[in-house]
């Protein structure tokens, strides 16, 4: 069956999975032309999904597809994949700006050139590929930008955990703001999409582990939200920064539950960044701890903790954390989960932290507890992280296997 996107031509970037791939195949199932721009030609070793396999799901799904290796940083490969767009479909209605590249670290941990892949990508990317794509989409009827990014929410707390890629994200977002007004007379549409929770993808899953998955949605609730954003009138609808959930209420759809990778999870989601309004209701409630401050529990966590320890773990977990708690009952505390059979307790590890993470007394046993997962605990602000993030979000297994015990 044709619907809205019939006909139309979507250049996506980064569409070879996750995201932007299933954005193409929410257009696909209304007939619509997709160009698939994304570096991807050949498997990765750790991430699924190649330009061509995106390409025969998008076809299966009921499109038609043009797949083009592009590196968004590469202003050749860009025009390259424009020009060969026009000459295939005949011209480009609507662009997708979802190629992102990230790193959660401080200033002191971020060497340069990933600091330079972020701008490159996120910022410079979104501005290069909707220039060589704004000439033709002024040809459009109803012509659309949409970018993956989020709002442009000020608040301290987003920048100093990882000022580096808030730059990076925030340039895709001045894009909208910018482009919005400049190109109003032309009737082109310039928008941005951001989810409400943490979004499961192959990436994610590489990022902070295969447990993320059952606290996040799926990639489906903001290719929904796209298609209901793509398929309004470009000169009505433009300079928004819209939220995933909130597109789909205000199309009607209250029930949210079958986004949810776990349906049993769906009130115990992951907020994403940059939101200071989260639907985590399991995680606003005042939690019961060993006193209303956690002052007489972090000591007995850490007795549990050494007495999980084992090689076993050690040579699976190849981490040392540091702690900095705050609050009633302040001080350092450590686990180390890299050298000989593992320790832990109070103070400062023999060897160097591959991360450190700061919280509250209270936080902190309700974290170890298992009434608080690490993941939330960071993306709420609860959590500050420096270092390693990865080995970092590796506690979450050991925060399972401790809730039993404390």
């Not at 059952?214 to 489906?220: C, F, I, L, V």
């Not at 000169?235 to 079958?258: M, P, Q």
């Amino acid at each position: 069956m044709m619907g809205k996107l019939a006909g139309r031509t979507l250049f996506i970037t980064g569409g070879s999975r996750g995201i932007g791939k299933a954005i193409a195949l929410r257009a696909a199932q209304d007939g619509a032309n997709i160009v698939i721009a994304a570096k991807t030609a050949e498997p990765h070793p750790k991430l699924p999904g190649t330009i061509y396999t995106a390409a025969k799901e998008v076809e299966a799904a009921g499109g038609k597809c043009l797949p083009c290796i592009v590196d968004v940083r590469e202003e050749k490969q860009v025009i390259a994949a424009v020009d060969a767009a026009i000459k295939e479909f005949g011209g480009i209605d609507i662009l997708v700006n979802n190629a992102s590249a990230i790193s959660l670290t401080g200033t002191l941990d971020t060497e340069m050139k990933r600091y330079d892949l972020m701008q490159n990508i996120n910022t410079r990317g979104t501005f290069l590929v909707s220039k060589i794509c704004l000439p033709h989409l002024k040809k459009s009827t109803n012509p659309h930008i949409l970018n993956l990014s989020p709002p442009l929410n000020m608040s301290k707390y987003w920048f100093s955990n990882h000022v580096a890629y808030t730059m990076a994200k925030y340039g895709m977002s001045m894009c909208v703001l910018g482009m919005a007004e400049e190109f109003a007379s032309d009737g082109i549409a310039v928008n941005a999409l951001w989810p409400r929770t943490a979004i499961h993808t192959a990436a994610i899953e590489m990022l902070t582990g295969p447990d993320s998955a059952k606290h996040s949605r799926k990639p489906e609730i903001v290719a929904d939200a796209a298609y209901y954003i793509l398929t309004k009138p470009s000169r009505s609808c433009s300079g928004n920064f819209f939220v995933d959930d909130d597109v789909l209420k205000a199309e009607g759809i209250t029930d949210l539950t079958h986004y949810a990778c776990d349906p049993s999870y769906a009130d115990k989601l992951m907020p994403d960044f940059f939101l200071e309004n989260a639907p985590m209701t399991s995680l606003g409630k005042k939690t019961e701890s060993a006193t209303s401050d956690g002052s007489d529990g972090i000591a007995k966590i850490f007795k549990t903790i050494e007495k999980q320890i084992n090689p076993e773990l050690v040579k699976k977990v190849q981490g040392v954390y540091l702690f900095q708690v705050t609050g009633a009952q302040e001080g350092l505390w450590h686990i180390d989960l890299k050298n000989g059979s593992g320790s832990s307790g109070k103070g400062k590890p023999e060897a160097a932290p591959d991360c450190t993470l700061s919280m509250d007394s209270k936080n902190f046993f309700d974290m170890f507890s298992g009434k608080l997962k690490p993941s939330a605990a960071f993306m709420t602000g609860k959590l500050k992280i420096t270092g390693n993030l990865q080995i970092a979000m590796k506690l979450e297994k050991l925060m399972s296997s401790l809730k039993s015990k404390m």
